[in-house]
């Protein structure tokens, strides 16, 4: 949203820092929730699997998004903390069961799931797929700080890599010991330091 925002308005940003690029593109959403990191998690996506009936396991996001709205809470709550705990299960290099266990409280996991659903099943309500990397170019004049972990599977690095490429006046930093989440040390410590970076020009 950050990115759209900035292209859309480009002369009210000052600047971008951005943790785990993501472009709502069909290709990232096919690789994490259907066919791709479970192959690095399968004993966490099984779980995820397991609260969709066998027949709609062939369209998991669109799946998830019918029991989000079902008009029974327990169905709701169900399939909120599986989406979440999955995500979670995956958002670290070296998994943090306490970080997968928080989403166990339906009052976090809802509604988190549901916002994230609703948009991944949309396609991020863009124009066609892949629309932010198609109009990347609209950044090039905004001071640009990305911060990628390398083994971050939730986010996979090759959307960092293209849209560094699309925007060449962007700073690309790999933290190469990382996933995903920004509770990651390393990748903290590259936040905090392009936060200062950016201090430094206003």
């Known amino acids: 949203m950050a990115m759209y925002y900035s292209i859309l308005c480009a002369q009210r940003v000052r600047g971008l820092i951005l943790r785990g690029v993501f472009f709502v593109c069909a290709r990232e959403l096919q690789w994490f929730y259907q066919d791709g ?70 009052e976090i996991s809802v509604p988190f799931a549901k916002i994230e ?18 109009r990347a170019s609209a950044l090039r004049d905004i001071p640009l700080r990305i911060v990628q972990g390398r083994y971050d599977l939730v986010c996979p690095m090759e959307s960092a890599w293209l849209l560094h490429r699309a925007v060449p006046n962007s700073k690309l930093s790999i933290v190469d010991k990382a996933g995903h989440s920004a509770l990651d040390e390393a990748i903290t410590k590259q936040l905090v330091e392009a936060a200062n970076d950016f201090r430094a020009l206003s």
Not at 56 to 78: C, F, G, K, T, W
Not at 119 to 132: H, Q, R
């Open 117 to 134: 659903c609703h948009y991944f099943a949309n396609l991020g309500f863009f124009e066609g797929d892949n629309e932010i990397l198609r």
């Open 37 to 106: 990191a479970d192959r690095i998690f399968p004993e966490e996506f099984e779980r995820f699997k397991a609260v969709v009936p066998e027949g709609e396991r062939h369209a998991m996001i669109a799946a998830y998004n019918r029991l989000l709205n079902s008009p029974e809470s327990d169905q709701v709550e169900e399939a909120a903390i599986a989406w979440c705990q999955w995500e979670a299960a995956a958002s670290f290099l070296v998994p943090r069961k306490e970080h997968v266990e928080k989403y166990s409280d339906p």
